[in-house]
Structures are given as structure tokens and as C-alpha cells.
């Protein structure tokens, strides 16, 4: 809540992480709808970051090594009206692993791309957002 304030307000939630996976849901409701009357995409796309956001902080926890992180680029996809309950997932563990042991093996900055896709109540994709994380060992 108090480091993504905007998101807890809109009702972002996580729900599952694990050393693969992250799993974020929001409801769509009044505080976080559009003038058409579904979710703002704006609201999709804190949820789908933070899919892939919270996977990069756990791995880099986990590596002992202070890496800065931050996104560089991306871009997004909507292909239905979010309505309902969305629940975003990345499933991208692994390429984050992999990122982080160049930067380390190197010192140099590395960037991964994470794919996090929303799926309505209905099991139907409604957006899918990518994310170019760039990550640098500290010295």
C-alpha cells in the first residue's frame, strides 16, 4: 500500500508469487473505470507490471546482489472490454534468473522482456502487456 499507493487504491491485489509465477488480480469498479464503462487502462497496466515487477524484486532479493531495476520500455495489447475480475499473470521466473546472473557474470546492465497477460472471469485474454526491465549491478 504505501509503495503503490495508486494501485492498493484501484484494487490491485496480489494473490500468488512463487520463484516462477506472479499473480495479480483488480476488479473492475467505479474508482477504476473508463468513460466506456470498463477497466482504465492505465489500472491494467499497473496490475500487469506489477506481475513482473515483484518477480524482478524477489529474484534480485534473492540474489544477495544490489541491482537496480527499471523499466525501459513496453507496450500493451487490449483485445476485449475488461469487466469483471482480471486476474494478470508472468510465468517468467526463469528469464529474470538468467538476466541476473549475466549482470552479475558481466557487471554489465542486462534487459529482459516480460510478457504479463490478463484473462477475464471467462478465461479470455482482454490485454497482455510487456515490459523491458533493464538491470545493473551496484558497485
Known sequence: ??????????????THLDDTTCVV?????WINQNPFNSMFWAVQ???????????VMKKIR??????????????ATF?????????FNCDEGAKIDEAINRAIDTGEGQTVWLNSTGINEDGVEVSS???????????
Not at 62 to 75: D, F, P, R, T, Y
Not at 79 to 87: D, L, N, S
Not at 130 to 135: A, P, Q, R
Request: aromatic share 10%; proline share 2%.
Open 1 to 14: 500500500m504505501f509503495k503503490l499507493p495508486a494501485a492498493y487504491f484501484t484494487g490491485v491485489r496480489t
Open 129 to 139: 502487456f510487456n515490459f523491458e526491465w533493464t538491470l545493473k549491478v551496484k558497485s
Open 62 to 75: 534473492e540474489s544477495g546482489k544490489k541491482i537496480s531495476m527499471l523499466v525501459a520500455n513496453n507496450n
Open 79 to 87: 483485445t476485449k472490454k475488461a469487466t469483471g475480475k482480471i486476474t
Open 45 to 55: 497496466g499497473m496490475a500487469a507490471e506489477l506481475t513482473t515487477g515483484a518477480l
Open 25 to 29: 488480480t483488480v476488479k473492475h469498479r
